[in-house]
Nanobody
Framework: VQLQASGGGLAQAGGSLTLSCAASGIIFRINDMGWYRQAPGKQRELVAVANSVGSANYADSVKGRFTISRNNAKNAVYLQMNSLAPEDTAAYYC?????????????????WGQGTLVTVSS
């Protein structure tokens, strides 16, 4: 199973960006799917997570500005980021709690996508 993230880039303060992440491979079910971020010199932190029925949780710092959504048919998760601020600058990583493999050999594991860089200028 692999997760491929895209959509990072440069934005001005107050602007918007949308991140996308799609999982591929032999996937039976994706439980939680979400986004973390890591700014230079800081620890990785949870940004938002959504379960398989779309119930979401957000970091306090992004509530009201970011929206997470999923497309279960595409094994994908998205992060709509509005009202961006310089403190949102970070590498953003998608992850999935995935049940994978053929029927007689399934396993469950957390998978991570490659980081996608978001830079917000003031």
């Amino acid at each position: 199973v692999q997760l491929q993230a895209s959509g990072g880039g440069l934005a001005q303060a107050g602007g918007s960006l949308t991140l996308s992440c799609a999982a591929s491979g032999i996937i039976f079910r994706i439980n939680d799917m979400g986004w973390y971020r890591q700014a230079p010199g800081k620890q990785r932190e949870l940004v938002a997570v959504a379960n398989s029925v779309g119930s979401a949780n957000y970091a306090d710092s992004v509530k009201g500005r970011f929206t997470i959504s999923r497309n279960n048919a595409k094994n994908a998760v998205y992060l709509q980021m509005n009202s961006l601020a310089p403190e949102d600058t970070a590498a953003y990583y998608c992850y999935g709690d995935i049940v994978e493999g053929p029927p007689h050999g399934r396993s469950r594991a957390n998978h991570w996508g490659q980081g996608t860089l978001v830079t917000v200028s003031s």
